[in-house]
């Protein structure tokens, strides 16, 4: 049986609980753009890419081993941390999700409420969702795209075979963050505190934990899955 962990992100509650010997000492770093806000990362091609708010661009960079496009069978030569590309998209990029198997980037603008499509190093399509698109990410056994519209209050459920949307749903209280595995995507709302499941196989909420200890003072702002 499949066991999922959610790690919910509450980063006044993580700070005040690490001591200072215990805060992994930094292996390296590269610049990006002004205002770097999320960051994703493509296992099969080993890049990062990094949303730069301020510049309105994202920035691709190399980790060792990295291949040019999911379709390259050898590595790369980019060097290891190099940033090999800088790419417009729309107004303040807020949150990136990557999809290995198609090597597809989407990235929500929350300036310009839309969410732009990279393929390999290029800028793609653009289209337009709900009020200040933040946190995305894509289902890996649905293909669907999940979207969280931060003023709007809602999430939007898209499908990446047709950019068509399945499905929008009410999620009170600022949802700013999304992951997504299994067939579920998990939603962080900032104001309420919460944290909702929604099953991407019928487009419903499954449930939702509007009480969760610490999380209403410290305002969530990240989930991962595991």
Not at 68 to 87: K, M
Not at 197 to 209: K, P
Request: with cysteine.
């Amino acid at each position: 049986m499949r066991k999922i962990l959610i790690t919910v992100v509450a980063l006044a509650a993580v700070c005040a609980a690490l001591p200072v010997g215990a805060v992994p000492a930094p292996v390296g770093s590269v610049a990006v753009g002004a205002g770097p806000t999320a960051v994703a990362w493509n296992p099969v091609t080993r890049l990062f890419y990094v949303a730069d708010s301020s510049e309105d661009t994202i920035s691709v960079v190399a980790a060792a081993g990295t291949r040019l496009s999911v379709d390259s069978p050898a590595p790369g030569q980019a060097a290891a941390g190099a940033e090999i590309a800088r790419i417009p998209v729309g107004d303040a990029p807020a949150g990136i999700a990557v999809d290995p198997e198609s090597g597809a980037v989407y990235v929500s603008n929350q300036g310009s409420n839309t969410i732009s499509i990279l393929s390999g190093l290029s800028a793609g399509d653009e289209w337009n969702v709900g009020e200040e698109p933040w946190g995305l990410a894509v289902d890996d056994k649905t293909g669907k795209l999940c979207v969280a519209m931060y003023s709007e209050h809602k999430l939007w459920i898209i499908d990446t075979a047709t950019m068509s949307t399945s499905a929008i749903l009410s999620i009170p209280g600022g949802p700013n963050a999304v992951a997504a595995g299994g067939g579920r995507c998990y939603v962080t709302a900032f104001y309420a505190g919460s944290i909702t499941a929604v099953d991407l196989t019928t487009s419903t909420i499954a449930w939702s934990v509007l009480s969760v200890p610490g999380l209403v003072a410290s305002c969530p702002s990240g989930v991962a899955l595991y």
